[in-house]
């Protein structure tokens, strides 16, 4: 009888090893591989204003610059849409962000913590900042909005100048997929899970996540859900905005109701949201979407016009 | 008939806590087949002092206990219930904030020589909340522990 139980616990440790080395099959054509990397690793100058123009002049130095980051398992792409939208002003910047440990390959988006894919957003918020950039504005989609709040709960604010605005596209406090709730005893047994990509989305969006950035996903998720359970001030000064898509296939609207209850601004008045009628997760991303309707494109250009006009209401978008 | 008080963990969301209360017929495969009634609510949890959502949950149950007179009595049982979550703000009126619960629950009831029992199990909540439909705090997994005094005998 013992030589069985040794048996059965030796095959259980021997399964659970495979399982952990589960690699997917990643071909050229994916992030995951290789051969793809997000530009903005290449080509930083055409991302990041903190690059692009490290020494502003005054007026430049007070314009709005947008930081923009986008969500788990994506990539600089996300906010291209935004970028183009703009093309031609001078009114104002745009530094798009790639999140910590993305962009590359699979392995290093596996070994990258959410503390990782955070220190993006930082350090160019930081660089900004040593430029003498004053009107700096946060925009996140998904993921990347739950790295900012986490910013404004650990106090990362307190010892800098604050943004002036952090606009929160589709955050996620609560994942739709309730699955990701069991990925602390499902994961080792997964591996990794397919993203269900559509193939023009794979070379800017991972078409695997590996489970221990699963695990890290429902970290930070959790890590926030609870700070914002205990209450939340932004610093004096800055401006909040949600923007949540009814429904939502990746990150739960009711998301939207654990931020408005648990943020407030720092003369404890309530933040901005809006409940925006579209079922698209991260509904400011049109390209590449299977299907686009006249309604997504209003909701997309809406968006964008109120990003513009909160960071400076003089600026008036052609 | 036993009353008490449930302590429920749902993994990775909220602490909700509650009362209980379940029935076991003479007539009917008695000490064995239980029904039950229960509450339980964030309100006495998570939600008590904090601005995590105050949500209720109602849950009818029948269960079935081996073992007869013995300390540890394994059981297995299905809950189907009510859920409702409050939103508290108008704006987010086009939410689902109520669901139907159907639950699957395994775990032990140890009847130790003591006033009480304690009833420790796992449920799944077969419907949950999808972003698109359901109510979004409706988690599958939880964990919880009642802790049962009998009150009536046959």
Redesign the interface.
Known sequence: MASFKKIGIVFILVSGVLSCNKTPDITPDMLDGTVLIDSSLLFPEKYLVSYSNPTPTSTEASKPVFLTAHGYSGSTFEWNEFRSWSSGTDQYFISQVLLGGHGRTYNDFKAASWHDWQSSIKEEYERLLAAGYTNINLVGSSTSCTLMLEMVASGYFSDKLPPANILLVDPIV?????????IGVLGPVLGYVDSGLNPDEKPYWYSYRPEETLRQL?DII?VVRKD????VVLPANTRVKVYKS?????????????I???LETYSGNKIE?E?VDS?LHVYTRLKLREKVTDKDVANQTATFEDFVARANPQVVHN | MDIGVRLQK????YMENGVAARYSSPQLMYDKLYFGFTYFTSRLG?AWG????KQDNILLSASYYIRKDKIIRPFAGVNVGYFH?S???K??R??DNQSVMLSPEFGINIDAPVPFKANVSFGYNLI?????NG???????YVQTTLLWRVLRK
Do not use: R, W
């Not at chain 1, 009814?246 to 654990?258: C, E, G, Q, R, Y």
């Not at chain 2, 749902?10 to 969301?13: A, H, S």
């Open positions: 609560i994942p739709s997929s309730k699955i990701l709730s069991l429902q959790n914002l359970e205990k209450g009814k429904k939502d296939p990746t990150a739960d609207p009711v998301s939207a109701v654990l408005y209850k648990g949201l409940m079922e | 749902t993994v990775n969301l998570t904090t601005n995590a959502i979550a939103y508290e703000y704006i987010f086009d939410l949950t909340g999808n972003g698109v109510a979004g705090t409706l988690y599958p997994l």
